[in-house]
Every structure is written in structure tokens, then in C-alpha cells.
């Protein structure tokens, strides 16, 4: 089932939550609403769930507006970060109760509920676990329970609120390629909130960054990692060195340095600043070419197998990083204090009219 979100706006208050919000999901594909607290990503999950209403826009599901329709009557599966499970029930009757509580009219025999919760807990890998009580399993645990569970009413569209943000690392990351795996299998039509930079890039089809109530950018986490479109998705989408100077005409002016910015070929004297990933900014014990920079190792160390090494700009109160291989640090024989010249092999410039959302 496809999502439409027309013209979607919140406000609570004097606290505008979102504004005008155009979003297309296709049939069948993974999204993650991406962004910092407060962006309005939670409050678009809830109103595609009809938890929320929203002050103005629509909702339509396969072309079929669903704004004015209640949240029981959209065939919507919902997840949240804290599982939301019944204390008092078993994981057998978890699992079981949207499907008891049905009107009489469409409920499945006693029979069925047992066949379907136990093909289920097979499923989500928890067959054994039937008649354990939430209090006796792990975090981890409890929220396959809660998915399994959103899983067995057969939603035609599935809803996830941060659902691994409560669980420590190593559990979260198997629990996101678990999600994959089980969404490549249902199909089901999946939208999930994270403020996970990582795990929205290791599981979603598709990206949608959200920043103040607005979508700064959709696309595939290719697309939005190696193309951000602002500053904001640049910076929000992982560690980044800035470089401030002058662009004119096609160039960004970083003290003696000329830096390649071909998209403001046109843009005269400009304030601008150069944004490059750290494992974009090599490292030379020599001057290379004639954009590389002078800097002052300040700091290294080593997180499995990459070095990260801090540098001070020569002449400024900039710091830098640079990611490079255990094998190129060792290589370079670089050591704390020591003059180096750092090359930015990708840059990315943006000018002022690029800040405002």
C-alpha cells in the first residue's frame, strides 16, 4: 500500500512541529524519518497513523484519503522504542491480542490465533518463548514480541517509533539488518523514526531528513550521504571539516589556498565554507599540490582498523580530522607535533543563501 502526505502542517501551540510536508512512499519500500529531537518526525509518524490530527493537508493510503479516518480503521501496525507490551500477558497472548479483540464477525477461531502467533514466534525467532511474561526477557527480546505482534493483525502499512533506540549498540545493529531481512520477505510498506544516522543508512530504501519541522532532503542513503543537498544534511549525516573562506567565481579562497567550487561559478566574493568528510582529507608529509594545506598533528588514535588523526590548521584556531588506514599511518610515521599537509580530495561549498531552510 503507497503513502501520499499532502500539504501536512502541526502546530502545538506556538511550536510549529511541521510545516507543509509533500511526501510520496511507493508500495513495498522501507523509509526512515531521519532527524534531531524535535524535527517532527514523530509527529508525521503519528499522524500517518491517525494517533494525530493534522491542522491542515491530507493522508491518503493507495489514493485514498484517510485524514478523517480513525487510526483502529486504517490497518496500520505500530511499533514503539518502548515496546509497549502488556506486563500482565504471556508472549503467546502479546502476540495474540489484536486478533481476540476483533468484532465477533471477523475474528479468527481459537485455532487459527494459534497457528498464526506460533508461525509468528517462529518467525521472529522466539518459538519456545510462549509463556514467558515480558519482565523475563531482554530488552532485545521484548521488542521482536512488540513487532510480532504488530505483524499478526496483517497491516497493510507498519509503523516504527525509534524501535532499537533503547537497546545498547550491539543489539541494535542486529535487530536493523533483522528488520531488513523481514521487510525483504513481508513487503509490507514500512516507515521507521530514528535519529540513527547508521541505521538509517544500513536499512532504509529511502531517506527523509527532517529538520525543524521540514524535509531538508529525500533520497536513497547513497543519494543523501554523497550528495547532501544543505550544510544541515551535510553535517547531520556524519563527522565533517569545515573550511571558511571567500568564494568568487568557482573557487573558495582558504587563506593561500584556492579550493575547487564549480557549482559557484558564477558567485562573486561571497562568504563560503568548504565541507569535506575526514576520510576525504589526505595526509602528506610534503606539499603534494598547490590546494594542499599546512597543519600541526595534534592527536591519533586507532579504532580497529583506521587511525583518526586531529590536526591544527597552520595559522588558525581550526582543527581538522582526517581518517586514514592503520597501513597509511604507518606508512606517513607521523608523530604528535609534527608540520603536515593535508589535501581535500572531495569538497563540498556552500554560501549563505545555502544555510536558509
Known amino acids: ?104 464477525s471477523v475474528r479468527p477461531s481459537a485455532e487459527v490465533i494459534k497457528e498464526k502467533v506460533t508461525e509468528l514466534l517462529k518467525l521472529v525467532k522466539m518459538d519456545g518463548f510462549a509463556k514467558r511474561y515480558p519482565a523475563q526477557l531482554s530488552g532485545g527480546q521484548r521488542q521482536r514480541i512488540a513487532l510480532a505482534r504488530a505483524l499478526a493483525v496483517e497491516p497493510k502499512i507498519l509503523l516504527l517509533d525509534e524501535p532499537f533506540g533503547a537497546l545498547d549498540a550491539k543489539v541494535r545493529k542486529e535487530l536493523r539488518r533483522w528488520l531488513r531481512k523481514l521487510h525483504d520477505e513481508f513487503q509490507i510498506t514500512s516507515v ?20 525543524e519541522g521540514r524535509i531538508e532532503q529525500m533520497g536513497t542513503p547513497e543519494e543523501v550521504y554523497e550528495k547532501p543537498a544543505s550544510p544541515f544534511v551535510y553535517d547531520f549525516l556524519g563527522n565533517v571539516n569545515l573550511f571558511h573562506g571567500r568564494v568568487h567565481k568557482g573557487k573558495l579562497n582558504v587563506g593561500s589556498v584556492e579550493l575547487e567550487a564549480p557549482e559557484h561559478k558564477h558567485v562573486s566574493n561571497v562568504d563560503g565554507v568548504g565541507y569535506v568528510r575526514p576520510h576525504h582529507l589526505s595526509i602528506d608529509r610534503t606539499k603534494q599540490s598547490i590546494d594542499a594545506i599546512p597543519a600541526k598533528v595534534t592527536y591519533s588514535h586507532a579504532v580497529g582498523p583506521v587511525v583518526y588523526v586531529e590536526l591544527k590548521r597552520d595559522g588558525t584556531d581550526e582543527y581538522l580530522e582526517a581518517e586514514i588506514s592503520k597501513e597509511q599511518f604507518r606508512q606517513l610515521g607521523i608523530q604528535t607535533g609534527e608540520f603536515v599537509y593535508v589535501h581535500p580530495r572531495e569538497v563540498k561549498v556552500f554560501i549563505p543563501e545555502d544555510f536558509v531552510i
Open 1 to 104: 500500500m503507497s503513502i501520499q502526505i499532502q500539504n501536512v502542517s502541526k502546530q502545538y501551540g506556538t511550536f510549529q512541529a511541521l510545516t507543509d510536508i509533500h511526501l510520496d512512499i511507493p508500495k513495498g519500500e522501507l523509509v526512515a524519518l531521519l532527524g534531531p529531537s524535535g524535527s517532527g518526525k514523530t509527529t508525521l509518524l503519528r499522524i500517518i497513523a491517525g494517533l494525530e490530527e493534522a491542522d491542515g493537508g491530507s493522508i491518503s493510503f493507495d489514493g485514498e484519503d484517510l485524514t478523517d479516518i480513525h487510526v483502529k480503521n486504517r490497518q496500520v501496525g505500530f511499533v514503539f522504542q518502548h515496546y509497549a507490551l502488556f506486563k500482565h500477558m504471556n508472549v503467546f497472548e502479546n502476540v495474540a491480542f489484536g486478533l481476540k479483540v476483533r468484532r465477533k
Open 192 to 211: 521507521f523514526v530514528t535519529h540513527d544516522q547508521e541505521e538509517a543508512l544500513d536499512v532504509a530504501d529511502r531517506i527523509v531528513v527532517m529538520n
